[in-house]
């Protein structure tokens, strides 16, 4: 049996306490070298943003102009210069092997707007159908890829923001079914 009384109380006291500073240290390195991780991910999310709200604005443009069958657009998107961002990232940079696939991607698909979007408006050439459908592709992947950069970011989340995130969507969804709920019912007109 284990004496805990007396000289012996003070010795297992400093032993416990010590113990668990060292796991909490530990815990705090971890999570710190996580959350370092996470805003080197959040970086390259940032990134595949950038490229999707200009393939999302370069799709409306492209389809209003080949639904109306001709016509010179102005105002490139800029998609070879954020494809060459995406390439000039080194591979160690990453902070997940994943995302090396996802970014060279992205950069790829910026090139065929660039083709696509970028050139025929510089050159103040007609966009196709051809073009058009280029453009829907690539903006969708582009989507998609933002997607599943999202999703590792996500799995880097540290379990109280992982909560938090959780909680917040949860009232933003019934928040909206709140509001749609009034939006659909049926006014009052009196008697």
């Not at 016509?71 to 990232?89: D, K, L, N, Y």
């Not at 080194?90 to 060279?104: G, S």
Request: charged share 20%; net charge positive.
């Amino acid at each position: 049996m284990v004496d805990w009384t007396g000289s012996n109380a003070a010795a297992w006291a400093q032993a416990i306490l010590s113990g668990l500073a060292i796991l909490y240290s530990g815990r705090l390195a971890a999570n710190q070298s996580r959350r370092n991780k996470r805003d080197r991910v959040d970086t390259c999310v940032e990134i595949l943003n950038i490229a999707c709200q200009g393939s999302n604005g370069a799709c409306a443009i492209a389809e209003a102009v080949v639904k109306l069958q001709g016509g010179v657009v102005s105002g490139s998107q800029a998609f070879a210069q954020t494809a060459e961002s995406m390439r000039a990232i080194p591979f160690h940079e990453f902070p997940d092997y994943r995302l090396v696939a996802i970014i060279r991607l992205a950069a790829i698909h910026c090139d065929v707007l660039d083709r696509h979007f970028d050139s025929p408006v510089r050159n103040r050439v007609v966009m196709t159908h051809t073009d058009l459908a280029y453009i829907l592709f690539s903006d969708k992947e582009l989507n998609r890829l933002r997607a599943e950069a999202e999703q590792i970011s996500n799995e880097l989340m540290s379990v109280t923001d992982h909560f938090r995130v959780t909680a917040w969507k949860a009232r933003t969804y019934l928040s909206s079914k709140v509001k749609l709920q009034h939006s659909n019912a049926p006014e009052d007109r009196g008697g």
